[in-house]
């Protein structure tokens, strides 16, 4: 009996060994008869241009340092207008400045002859070129310095930037993947768009970087002469005095008779009047002594 429940089992372990067998064999042969994925297509749906993203923005802000823009203007009074532009001039060109804009004017009504320079200098070597100006002076009238910090917005022009050139290389990489003519020109007008905006960007980036590296100072210096005379007790002082108090006098004048005028008129009428009034008057005394 016991012989016969052993023989049971071990048949029953078999059968059931065979039948695991089977089956592995079975999903075995499924699997290698299964269809192969279909294959991509050269432009897929991942890679078309609607499904191209923007790339995460890179943050610049660790790696640059602070920007600043510096600006101001000096007016001063000089003795001596031709020195004090050679001096401004040479101490320029020594810290490798220039100058951007220069101008020139009189003013005959108070004697004052007037220069005023609009330089760049380099932004390290500013405040050597501001004490060098301000020791030329005979005496300061007005001084105005500022710094404009720029940093936050030198940083957010740097990164649109650098994920633009980000998104223009992806667009490249799509350009060699695309096939259809359609794709080719959708896609290169994406790139004639990202190279417009990069080229606009990096613009602002050298404008910000010129104003950065290079401060702006409008110097203007002057000098006033006195009025030969002008003490009062020279002639020609007096003479000159005299011809334009008499001019001024005849402008009045004339100015108050023609502001007058409806008075005259009317004072002409009645002198008029008056004298065919008198003439006619005689005329009758004349009459009436007749014989």
Do not use: H
């Amino acid at each position: 009996m016991r012989q016969l429940i052993w023989s049971l089992f071990l048949i029953s372990t078999l059968f059931a060994c065979k039948n695991n067998s089977k089956q592995a064999d079975f999903q075995t042969q499924e699997m290698a008869l299964a269809a192969p994925p279909p294959a991509s297509s050269p432009l897929s749906e991942a890679d078309r241009v609607d499904a191209v993203k923007m790339p995460p923005e890179v943050n610049s802000a660790s790696v640059i340092d602070k920007k600043i823009i510096k600006e101001g203007s000096i007016v001063f009074e000089t003795n001596d207008i031709q020195a004090t532009r050679k001096i401004i001039t040479d101490s320029l060109k020594r810290l490798g400045g220039y100058v951007g804009e220069e101008r020139e004017s009189n003013n005959s009504e108070v004697n004052r002859k007037e220069y005023t320079l609009s330089v760049r200098i380099p932004a390290q070597n500013f405040e050597k070129f501001l004490n060098t100006v301000s020791t030329s002076a005979d005496r300061i009238e007005s001084k105005n310095i500022s710094s404009r910090d720029v940093t936050t917005e030198y940083i957010d022009v740097t990164t649109r930037l650098n994920n633009q050139k980000l998104l223009e290389n992806r667009y490249k990489d799509l350009l060699q993947k695309a096939s259809k003519m359609a794709d080719v020109l959708e896609v290169e007008n994406k790139l004639s768009e990202i190279r417009t905006n990069i080229e606009a960007t990096q613009g602002q980036l050298n404008y910000l970087n010129k104003q950065v590296a290079y401060s702006s100072l409008d110097v203007t210096f002057f000098t006033e002469t006195a009025v030969k005379g002008g003490d009062g007790n020279g002639f020609s002082y007096k003479f000159k005095r005299a011809l334009g108090d008499s001019w001024e006098l005849l402008e009045s004048l004339f100015f108050g008779i023609i502001t007058l005028w409806p008075v005259l008129l009317i004072i002409g009428v009645i002198v008029w009047l008056a004298r065919i009034w008198l003439r006619k008057r005689r005329s009758k005394k004349v009459i009436t002594s007749a014989p």
